[in-house]
């Protein structure tokens, strides 16, 4: 008899360690499993796997592997249907049949047109019992990235903005000018490990010169791809993006004809171009650039600035979630308006969010809205 309880608290358990490598794995989706066997004393976890780093190997096979034989007659908890298509690795569906596992409890379909169904139907056809959509709405969250490059042909876009009480995202003039606590800021570098890519247009490169990588301890490595949307190459070879190509790689979306003198240089130095068309407003066309992107495999990319980018994305309809924190501060005069012409409540006007959650981290609040397509 199937017991809903049970199987939430196990897809819960397998969705939390199937984050453990989100922003790493792609192009492929971060997927995690667990693999439960029933005992007189109660289940007993056997096996747990999650996307190993690269996108190889996959949740399923790292499970089973570390359950061994005790998979046999036992039940799998995975967070994305088992792919039916073979890659560099046999599928998972046929690695889940061989191991003699005699249910598959999956949390939501694959969109990828090489599975959508397949998966399951093929374990399904060996005899094993397949429950489906157990904690969707989380797995399809944990796993927008995938969706929406499967879906939408580009990478599914966080934008993050910190604000001050009136509505500002910075100072004139002061470049790095920190308006939230420290609370938030290590927030934000977790957000970055998480990431696939993470993209700032020129104006706040030239302005602030970032870096872009994650500093927190242990997590130095995980910094994301740094992406700057600068049509005509203007990013300095003495910047701190460039400087620090050896630590993540940095991607410049350029137009074709931005100076060649400029273009060789930056690549010399490390940078790969990404080159797209101009939109009707003479700036670089921003689907273009996300398709770009989406077609090198990147599935997760955060925005991270500055307010021009910002609006042009919300207007685009092209961020999907938004993460804005509020800190209790007044900039006044000298302060640069968020989103450029509006504040937070800009999405929410739109109409085309849900507020998600909101709350406290240290002395700032927060405010997380998903695309209601997600809901």
């Known amino acids: 008899m199937v017991d809903a309880d049970r199987d939430r608290r196990f897809m819960g358990a397998a969705l939390a360690i199937g984050r453990r490598n989100l922003g790493q794995t792609w192009p492929n989706p971060a997927v995690g499993a667990v693999i439960v066997r029933d005992t007189p004393s109660g289940p007993l976890v056997v096996g747990r796997g999650w996307t190993a780093e690269g996108g190889r190997p996959h949740g399923e096979p790292l499970a089973l592997a570390e359950a061994g034989e005790l998979a046999r007659g036992a039940t799998c908890y995975v967070t994305l249907e088992p792919c039916?298509?073979?890659?560099?690795?046999?599928?998972?569906?046929?690695?889940?049949?061989?191991?003699?596992?005699?249910?598959?409890?999956?949390?939501?379909?694959?969109?990828?047109?090489?599975?959508?169904?397949?998966?399951?139907?093929?374990?399904?056809?060996?005899?094993?019992?397949?429950?489906?959509g157990v904690c969707a709405k989380a797995a399809r969250r944990d796993h927008a990235g995938h969706f929406t490059r499967v879906l939408k042909g580009r990478p599914h876009v966080q934008l993050k903005l910190a604000t001050?009480?009136?509505?500002?995202?910075?100072?004139?003039?002061?470049?790095?000018?920190?308006?939230?606590?420290?609370?938030?800021?290590?927030?934000?570098?977790?957000?970055?490990?998480?990431?696939?890519?993470?993209?700032?247009?020129?104006?706040?490169?030239?302005?602030?010169d970032p870096m872009l990588t994650c500093r927190l301890a242990g997590l130095e490595r995980r910094s994301p791809i740094r992406v700057v949307v600068d049509g005509a190459a203007r990013l300095p070879l003495d910047s701190a993006l460039v400087e620090s190509i050896g630590e993540a790689p940095l991607w410049l979306v350029v137009?074709?004809?931005?100076?060649?003198?400029?273009?060789?240089?930056?690549?010399?130095?490390?940078?790969?171009?990404?080159?797209?068309?101009?939109?009707?407003?003479?700036?670089?066309?921003?689907?273009a650039a996300l398709r770009a992107i989406a077609g090198e495999g990147i599935t997760r990319l955060m925005v991270e600035g500055g307010a021009t980018l910002a609006r042009a994305l919300l207007d685009g309809g092209l961020v999907d979630e938004a993460m804005v924190f509020s800190a209790p501060v007044t900039i006044g005069a000298g302060g640069l308006p968020a989103f450029a012409t509006a504040g937070p409540e800009a999405i929410e006007a739109s109409g085309r969010y849900v507020l998600a959650a909101a709350g406290r981290i240290g002395t700032d609040e927060y405010r997380h809205w998903w695309v209601k397509d997600w809901e």
């Open 255 to 287: 137009d074709a004809r931005a100076p060649a003198d400029r273009r060789a240089a930056l690549e010399e130095a490390g940078a790969t171009l990404v080159e797209v068309p101009r939109d009707a407003t003479g700036r670089s066309d921003l689907v």
């Open 164 to 208: 001050s009480a009136d509505g500002m995202i910075g100072r004139a003039g002061a470049p790095g000018f920190a308006i939230t606590g420290e609370t938030v800021r290590g927030r934000v570098h977790l957000m970055r490990a998480e990431a696939d890519a993470i993209m700032i247009g020129i104006g706040t490169a030239l302005a602030d």
């Open 84 to 132: 039916s298509h073979h890659g560099r690795t046999r599928p998972c569906a046929d690695a889940l049949v061989a191991a003699g596992v005699a249910r598959v409890v999956s949390a939501v379909e694959d969109p990828d047109p090489r599975v959508s169904g397949n998966g399951h139907a093929r374990l399904a056809a060996a005899g094993i019992a397949v429950t489906t």
